[in-house]
Structure formats: structure tokens, C-alpha cells
């Protein structure tokens, strides 16, 4: 039998194509795709740094778009973004799968692979439709609307489009603390920003850095949001269902 | 601003509109190309929920709760001795922007106690919309009520600026209007919404032409009725929700469980329990009519008034017509196998999409994740495994029931221990 191959990658979305375009150029079979940092040394098995390179990446990108209908695509992206442990893999098979298919007419959902990447893809889209609901902006001293987060999945690169669009005119950052970075949009053009000062213990904006009438509309919006409940229809499981308690801290009507 | 003031207001008036359940803000589409503020992609998004479990996503305020009616089933009614307050229009539109600014909602609700008369009142909530699109440039969702009784001029103009307008029907047979709202009458309810639809029409129509014909109501209307405040049974409601999608193109028709606010002897007395389950399976219902291609007279009619509370509609409806099953989930078409209970149109989908490719089995179907529990007795699937159809709908029924756990089953557990 022949050593296992297990590929290594930065991490980037670039870097996994990269993996994938290793696959085929050196036709290895049953790879394991790794990201650096989850990376641990097994015995018997062959271990290959794969360097990001934009051009093999977008090899295989064409090459996905050919066979694939624009919703498959961003499920495969979505599916990537899941950050699940083995999802390099499944999408791995996904990508074998599309490319030994002659034709791309239907899409097989009694093939494991292909259920599974839209299955994830939809946790990951709702997940991405929960940051659009659930980000709480505070507007600070120097006039940028700031809201922390903490999402599942790494969706902040499929919020941009729609926080851009919405708020055109204001100056806005969102910000990761369990990734550790945010995205700033500066009026013109969105930026990729870490703020040192946050941190997992420290994901609240420190209120000396807020206006002062901004507590005056969070205490506004906890009053709307406590009348507007009928007390005789209680329901705290479903409650608890539409607002899972993680992301409780975050929401100015559940922390005041 | 004075915070004080007006966070007495917003708890007077958030409280006083929280009994209209809609709260959509999907379906109209507006998009943000000046670099204004907001957009609206046709999605709604439920920013909050509150502890009843309904979905924040619109400040939902009255502009006042000053009213001249005296409907029985409403809190705001002239009689009932509660606080009174009015907002001014500025207020309305501050608060709606710092709120959308700071992403808390997708736009504004905004309806209104009938202050002077219908006229006066229908004014000022559009002139809230005006500014909020003209002065401020603000292109989120605007929900306007239609006030019963508002001429022709004002509601043309409030779906310029609003994405929904909506007059709830309220009570959903003339008779049990005439006796809990004495003052008010069904055709003032019907002309807002008649000249509504005619301007959508209208606006379709002429857009075909003109590409530049000012948008009018994108997200169309919807209306609301309370059920179990007049004894109507599930079949007048639904025939009568039929008949507002059919005749005023409602997109949507909204059911909501009366919540007893006060002690009148035509209505259910305080602390009577919120029909909730009857409400889902109304909700259940429409949403057979709208998207499973039922038709009202096959789950509802002369032998069957009202929907069973312990079955879903769909599955009562099946056990009704078992003549129609097994169903071959890889021969039948879309139609049929949206009827199969257990399967919802996700799964259709996925169905049709999959056995493209191959024959499906029942690993597959548990796959793609139909409700098993009870699907399993109305299909065939690429396996020599089936169930023969050999029980009764009576005890099919008991036998579904018995394997299956429903979130309501405490309102039936009673009634199971007499016979245990």
C-alpha cells in the first residue's frame, strides 16, 4: 500500500485550489488537505507544503465555473468557509465528482459529497443571514457605526456586499473577535483591519470611546424591544431557537 | 430629542401595535444607487425576536393610540381606560433612521388610532413616508396601514412612498363585524384595498410602457384576521382568505390568535388561552393553498369544517385520500409528490434533481431529509421494502401518532390518558 499523502495549506481559499491543482498535476490519490495550522504529523504518510500560487488557483477555478451553475459555486465557496474540519476533502470529491461528469444538467443529491456541500452551504449561508441580522452598530467618537461579532463560520467576506450596498453613507466596521479581524468600509471601498485592543475576553467597545447620546438610543431600542413582546404568548424554546444564547452578548436588547 | 419623552411614547405605542402579527419585509425591492441610505434586496431579515418568538424586523409603532372607534377586540378602543400618547412626525422619522442606522430593523410599520377621521389620519402616515424617502434619501421597507374609509388621492399617494400597505379585515364574516365593531363597516375595510390593487395593476400595466412609471406598493398588501374572537369556524376563515388573495391579489393574509385584552361579554373571556395551535394549522393551510397547489375545497368543506388540531392539514388531507397512494417517488410528477405528507418543497427539489441520475431509496431519502415518520406510508421507492397499505385511515392515523413526538403534544395528552 502506498503512503497517504497529506498536503498542507495557508489557510487561504487561493491555497486550497492551489491543493486541488497538486492533485491533478501529480495525480495523487486519496490526499488529505490540511490547513498549517491544524496540521499534525502522522506516521506513514507523506507530508507536502503547498504553496499558494493565483494562477493554479485560478486554473482549477475556471475549470469549476465551466461545469457548474453560479449557485453551485457559491455553495462550493460557502462550504469552504465552513472552516469544518475535513471540508477540503469533501470538497476535494465534490470537484473529482463535477470534473469526471460528462454533463451538467441536474445536481445529483443522492451522491454523499454533493448533499453534504449544499447541506454546509446552507448552514453557512444562514449563518451569514444571522450577521446580517444580529450586528449591533455603536457609533463612536469619530463617527464610524462599530459592531463586534462572533459568527459560527467565517462569514464576514459574504456580508460585505450587503452592508456596502446598505450603508452607503456611514462609516461602518464589523469586527471578528474569534478570527481576529474586521472589515472597514471607508465610504469608498472596503478594508481588511485587526484592532489589537479586542480580544476573546475583550469584545465590548469601551464606552468612552462612544458618543454620549449613544446609549440614550440603545436604551430606546431595549424599551421597543420589551413592549413589543405579548406576554400571554411566552414561548422561551422557540425564543431560544431563533436567538441561540451564543449570540446573546452581542445584542444590545439581551445584555441591558 | 428628549429621550425621556420619548422612550415613554415608544413603550406606549410599541405596546399598543405589537397585536398586528405582521411583520414582514420581504417582497419589495428598492435599491440604493445614490449613496443614500438603505437598501431592500426582496429578502426580509428579522433582526430580534421577542420572547413570544415572533420575529423582530420592523419599528412597528402607532403614531398615536387616540382613537374614535370602539371595536370590541381592541385594546386602543375609545372606551378602555388605558394612557394615551402621540408622536410627532419629526420623532417618527429620528427614530427610524438612528434605529436603521445602527442596524436594528429593516425600515418602519407605521399605523395609527383614527384621531378626527379616516382623512386626517391617512395624512400624517403618509407624510412620515414622504420625508423619510424624499428628506432623508432612506430607501428601507415602509409598512403603512390603510385606514378604513381614506379617499382615493391619499392611498395613490402612500403607495409612492410605501412598500406595503395593508387594512386588517380584522373579523372575518360581516356578521361578527357587524357585532364587535358596531361603527365601523365591511365596504370601508374593501375601498382602500380595492383602489390598491387597481393601482398596482395599474402601475404594471403602464410600466410595460414606460419604463420610468413611479413604482407603486412594490411589496403589494396583506391584511390580517384575528381568529377565535367570533366563533367562525376554519373554513370561513380560510374560504374568506381565499377570497382576498383571489379578488384584492393579497400577498399575504395573516391569522392571529385572539389575545383577550378585555372583559366584554361578546368576546372570550380574560385569560382564556391564546389559540395558538389553531393558528398554525391556519398558517399550515395557507401555506398548502399558496405554494402545494391545494385547493381550499379539498382541505376544507361541508363535511370537514374544521382542520384536525393533532395532524398537520396535509397529513389529515392524505389519510382522507389514501385511494391516491403509494406514490412512486421516482415516476410522479412535481404536483403529486408535493402532496406526500412528510415532504415539503425543499425536498421535491431535491427529489426531482436527484433521481435524474439514479433510482432512489429510502437511504437516499432519509439523505436528503423528508420527514420519514410519516412519509414512509404514502411512498414507493427503488426497494422491495413498502408498507402495504392494510390499516384504516382511523388507525394509520393512531399509528403515526404513536411514532411520532410533536412539540404540541401537551394539549393532547389529556385526552390520551382516558383511554390508557
Given at each position: 500500500m502506498n503512503p497517504q499523502t497529506i498536503l498542507i495549506y495557508d489557510g487561504s481559499f487561493d491555497g486550497f485550489l492551489s491543493c486541488v491543482f497538486f492533485v491533478y498535476h501529480h495525480k495523487i490519490t486519496n490526499p488529505i488537505i490540511r490547513k498549517e495550522s491544524e496540521a499534525n504529523n502522522q506516521l506513514f504518510t507523506i507530508t507536502e507544503d503547498i504553496i499558494t500560487d493565483k494562477n493554479n488557483a485560478l486554473r482549477v477555478w475556471k475549470g469549476l465555473l465551466l461545469k457548474t451553475s453560479r449557485h453551485q459555486q457559491q455553495d462550493f465557496f460557502k462550504a469552504f468557509l465552513?472552516?469544518?474540519?475535513?471540508v477540503e476533502n469533501t470538497l476535494l470529491s465534490y470537484i473529482q465528482n463535477i470534473f469526471t461528469k460528462e454533463t451538467s444538467t441536474g445536481?445529483?443529491?443522492?451522491n454523499k459529497d454533493i448533499l453534504k456541500i449544499s447541506q454546509v452551504a446552507k448552514m453557512v449561508g444562514r449563518e451569514k443571514h444571522r450577521m446580517e441580522a444580529f450586528v449591533r452598530f455603536q457609533l463612536t467618537k469619530d463617527a464610524i457605526y462599530t459592531a463586534t461579532v462572533e459568527p459560527d463560520f467565517n462569514v464576514l467576506p459574504l456580508i460585505i456586499p450587503h452592508f456596502k450596498d446598505r450603508y452607503a453613507d456611514q462609516k461602518w466596521i464589523i469586527y471578528d473577535i474569534k478570527r481576529n479581524y474586521g472589515i472597514y468600509y471607508n465610504l469608498k471601498t472596503i478594508e481588511t483591519i485587526a484592532i489589537d485592543s479586542f480580544s476573546k475576553t475583550k469584545f465590548k467597545i469601551s464606552s468612552?470611546?462612544?458618543?454620549?447620546e449613544e446609549k440614550d438610543f440603545q436604551k430606546l431600542w431595549s424599551t421597543y424591544f420589551n413592549s413589543v413582546t405579548i406576554k400571554s404568548r411566552k414561548n422561551n424554546k422557540l425564543h431560544k431557537q431563533h436567538l441561540?444564547?451564543?449570540y446573546w452578548k452581542y445584542l444590545i436588547e439581551k445584555t441591558q | 430629542m428628549s429621550f425621556d419623552k420619548i422612550r415613554q411614547k415608544l413603550s406606549i405605542l410599541a405596546d399598543a401595535a405589537k397585536y398586528d402579527v405582521s411583520c414582514s419585509s420581504s417582497g419589495g425591492k428598492r435599491s440604493n444607487?445614490?449613496?443614500g441610505l438603505g437598501n431592500n434586496t426582496g429578502f426580509g431579515i428579522c433582526h430580534s425576536y421577542t420572547e413570544?418568538?415572533?420575529?423582530?424586523?420592523l419599528l412597528k409603532?402607532?403614531?398615536?393610540?387616540?382613537?374614535?372607534y370602539d371595536c370590541a377586540?381592541?385594546?386602543?378602543?375609545?372606551?378602555n381606560d388605558i394612557k394615551r400618547a402621540a408622536f410627532k412626525i419629526q420623532e417618527v422619522v429620528d427614530l427610524t433612521i438612528h434605529f436603521y442606522r445602527r442596524n436594528y430593523i429593516e425600515g418602519l410599520f407605521l399605523s395609527s388610532g383614527i384621531f378626527k377621521n379616516s382623512d386626517f389620519t391617512m395624512e400624517r402616515l403618509v407624510s412620515v413616508a414622504k420625508k423619510l424617502r424624499l428628506e432623508e434619501n432612506f430607501n428601507g421597507y415602509i409598512h403603512l396601514k390603510s385606514i378604513p374609509g381614506a379617499s382615493d388621492e391619499l392611498m395613490r399617494e402612500a403607495g409612492l412612498y410605501a412598500d406595503r400597505l395593508s387594512v386588517n379585515?380584522?373579523?372575518?364574516t360581516k356578521s361578527g363585524l357587524k357585532l364587535l365593531?358596531?361603527?365601523?363597516?365591511?365596504e370601508d375595510f374593501i375601498k382602500p384595498m380595492e383602489k390598491v390593487k387597481n393601482e398596482i395593476l395599474q402601475y404594471k400595466a403602464e410600466r410595460k410602457i414606460i419604463k420610468s412609471t413611479p413604482r407603486y406598493a412594490p411589496a403589494g398588501q396583506s391584511t390580517q384576521m384575528i381568529v377565535g374572537a367570533s366563533g367562525e369556524s376554519d373554513r370561513d376563515i380560510m374560504y374568506s382568505a381565499t377570497y382576498y388573495y383571489k379578488k384584492f391579489n393579497m400577498r399575504r393574509v395573516y391569522y392571529s390568535g385572539y389575545i383577550p385584552v378585555i372583559n366584554d361579554n361578546r368576546l372570550p373571556s380574560l385569560g382564556t388561552e391564546v389559540p395558538v395551535l389553531r393558528e398554525n394549522r391556519l398558517y399550515q393551510t395557507d401555506w398548502l393553498l399558496r405554494?402545494?397547489?391545494?385547493?381550499?375545497s379539498e382541505i376544507l368543506n361541508d363535511t370537514h369544517k374544521n382542520l384536525d388540531l393533532d395532524i398537520d392539514p396535509k397529513l389529515s388531507w392524505a389519510l382522507r385520500n389514501l385511494?391516491?397512494?403509494?406514490?412512486?417517488i421516482n415516476k410522479a410528477d412535481k404536483q403529486m409528490l408535493a402532496r406526500?405528507?412528510?415532504?415539503?418543497m425543499q425536498s421535491v427539489f431535491k427529489i426531482l434533481e436527484a433521481r435524474k441520475f439514479r433510482n432512489l431509496d429510502w437511504t437516499h431519502l432519509k439523505a436528503i431529509g423528508i420527514?420519514?415518520?410519516?412519509a414512509q406510508y404514502f411512498i414507493t421507492c427503488n426497494?422491495?421494502?413498502?408498507?402495504?397499505?392494510?390499516?384504516s385511515s382511523y388507525d394509520l392515523k393512531n399509528k403515526i401518532l404513536k411514532s411520532s413526538k410533536s412539540k404540541y403534544d401537551k394539549y393532547f395528552n389529556s385526552q390520551l390518558s382516558l383511554f390508557s
Open positions: 465552513s472552516e469544518i474540519k475535513g445536481i445529483d443529491f443522492s468612552d470611546l462612544l458618543l454620549p441561540p444564547k451564543r | 444607487n445614490k449613496k413570544d418568538g415572533r420575529c423582530v424586523s409603532i402607532l403614531l398615536t393610540n387616540h382613537c374614535i377586540y381592541c385594546v386602543t378602543r375609545k372606551s379585515i380584522e373579523i372575518p365593531a358596531p361603527d365601523k363597516k365591511h405554494f402545494y397547489g391545494f385547493s381550499v385511494h391516491l397512494f403509494p406514490i412512486d406526500i405528507p412528510g415532504i415539503g420527514a420519514m415518520n410519516r426497494s422491495k421494502d413498502f408498507y402495504k397499505q392494510d390499516l
